[in-house]
């Protein structure tokens, strides 16, 4: 039902265990061909923001996730997924993401310890199916050292605050990018993951 695009960058067997667990049917692959046929993807990530897009255009992926978006299909980014949906990174001069989002993601500001590394809390600037059941201010597990400020529609499901406001969930359509980990999240990222399946459940 939902594949996991397998790039080389991050864990995506604790991905897969965590849906598993929750009885959802997932595959891992990287071709185009195989993630045509799943009714939802997930782009996971771990790394750098230069070395995933160049992974990525190695596969052919790039242009696929760009369509796949456009046409109104369920697309869910976790952490360094979340970033590639924007333009660039300082992460990553000279490397465009995806761009469905025009803004950038920045590295923290001085004064905080960076990478962000452990459980922060969450608060919702609206209602979505995704965070059903998640109560305001819950606490999620983060690592990543580059965010994407609070600001714009982007930023209208979720956000956190470490030295700086940031998007901890962003949506577009049915796609949905979170910076957190919910694999690593305990019972409230597997709520969330839940969610998404049960969205993508219903819509098929």
């Known amino acids: 039902m939902i594949a996991i695009i397998d790039y080389g960058m991050g864990n995506v067997t604790s991905v897969s265990n965590a849906f598993e667990y929750l009885g959802v049917q997932t595959t891992l692959t990287s071709d185009a061909s195989e993630l045509e046929k799943s009714r939802a993807v997930v782009l996971p990530g771990v790394g750098a923001f230069g ?8 596969l052919d992926l790039l242009d696929y996730l760009k369509k796949r978006q456009a046409a109104g299909s369920f697309t869910l980014g976790i952490c360094l997924g979340l970033q590639l949906f924007y333009r660039s990174s300082e992460e990553g001069p000279g490397f465009e993401g995806l761009n469905i989002f025009p803004r950038d993601a920045y590295r923290f500001p001085g004064g905080v310890k960076v990478p962000h590394i452990g459980w922060n809390r969450i608060y919702f600037a609206g209602e979505d199916p995704l965070f059903r059941g ?45 910076q957190f980990h919910p694999e690593k999240s305990g019972l409230m990222g597997l709520k969330v993951l839940y969610n998404f399946g049960r969205m993508v459940e219903e819509c098929s």
């Open 134 to 178: 998640v109560p305001e201010g819950s606490h999620f597990y983060f690592a990543h050292s580059y965010y994407i400020p609070r600001e714009g529609e982007d930023c209208a499901l979720a956000w956190g605050s470490y030295g700086a406001d940031f998007a901890a969930a962003v949506k577009k359509g049915s796609l949905y990018g979170v």
């Open 51 to 58: 070395s995933a897009v160049k992974e990525l255009a190695r």
